[in-house]
């Protein structure tokens, strides 16, 4: 409990200082995680006067859903799900779970009020939000030390967060000096992919390399969330299903589909790739998709897969599909 519990003096020193006062959910920095390199964005909540906390929106996919919000991007289908970030909100008594007293109680901790509750949260791209772990609440008291660092900066100089070419502040352990210092980065958003092992890419390509046979078809290649929730084999996962589809890009015809769970996306892709040219005969000319996920997945490997992405703005025959599924998803519900 020692990792929670330098957490919460850290919380409670972050509320007494309560820097939404003087900041706004625009002013976004970076920090570095010490521990693993990974770069969290922060973003402080309580401008507007409901939801009061820090959120900090991890790697290139959490950057991806925050700078859609800052751009008042409009939130799909799909964008919907693809929150990823751990956060520290003030709430009342009774939005709090079992688990989040009873950190408090074990810590010997009071609190009383509107907004007085600390909710701790880990929200993950296709699954409901779950308490934090050990890791996440050493990276978020992290964030929260260098919020209250910079947060007196900015009331200075609301413009300190960001440079003239548009870059933001990333807060970086020195490791030499012993201390924390500013230095300037621009955000990638490239979505986060994690290969599979070379040894799982190698059995992929092994299942289709004595398919000779080139087809001149052009598959497309779609995903999207059922918005409904289920839990895994070992009933201690909760998600909601990703859809993979692919349909031949002429005809709009189906040929093959899963559901899985969006940690498992570039297994699944690759695998449900492979089991198609399998079922198929042949190996098709391109693999179209809207999804960048699906796109950057294939591209390390389309020489190996014998197969070309090809990134498109719009697939109509995959839009009328998910459309469709949709509808008979809902009206089985």
């Known amino acids: 409990m020692e990792i929670f519990k330098n957490l919460f003096n850290t919380i409670i020193e972050f509320k007494n200082m309560s820097p939404w006062n003087w900041m706004s959910n625009s002013d976004i920095f970076a920090v570095e995680n010490p521990a693993t390199g990974q770069i969290g964005y922060c973003d402080i909540m309580g401008e507007g006067g409901e939801t009061f906390g820090l959120a900090v929106y991890l790697g290139n996919t959490g950057w991806r859903w925050l700078s859609d919000r800052l751009t008042d991007t409009p939130v799909d289908s799909f964008s919907m799900f693809m929150q990823n970030c751990i956060s520290v909100t003030f709430e009342n008594a009774g939005e709090l779970e079992p688990e989040d007293k009873e950190i408090i109680k074990k810590l010997g901790l009071k609190f009383k009020g509107k907004n007085a509750y600390p909710l701790l949260r880990r929200y993950s791209p296709g699954h409901i939000p779950v308490m934090i772990n050990e890791a996440e609440a050493e990276f978020l008291n992290v964030a929260l030390q260098q919020t209250m660092m ?43 992919i994690t290969m599979p092992d070379n040894s799982f890419i190698s059995e992929i390509a092994g299942q289709i390399k004595n398919l000779r046979t080139r087809g001149s078809e052009i598959w497309a290649l779609g995903m999207f969330f059922l918005p409904e929730p289920v839990l895994d084999d070992n009933e201690k996962n909760i998600f909601f299903p990703l859809a993979l589809v692919i349909l031949d890009r002429k005809t709009g015809l189906i040929l093959n589909n899963r559901l899985v769970d969006y940690n498992y996306l570039e297994k699944e892709l690759l695998s449900l790739f492979a089991a198609t040219v399998k079922k198929a005969g042949f190996i098709p000319s391109a693999l ?33 599909m998910e459309q469709e599924m949709m509808r008979m998803f809902l009206k089985g519900k």
């Open 150 to 192: 910079l947060a007196p900066k900015v009331k200075e100089d609301p413009n300190c967060l960001v440079s003239p070419e548009g870059d933001l502040v990333i807060r970086k352990l020195n490791k030499n000096k012993k201390g924390w210092m500013n230095h300037w980065f621009s955000p990638d958003l490239t979505p986060d």
């Open 288 to 320: 179209e998709t809207t999804m960048e996920e699906i796109y950057f997945t294939f591209s390390p490997v389309d020489e190996l897969l014998r197969v070309k992405p090809v990134l498109s703005e719009s697939i109509e025959v995959l839009d009328e």
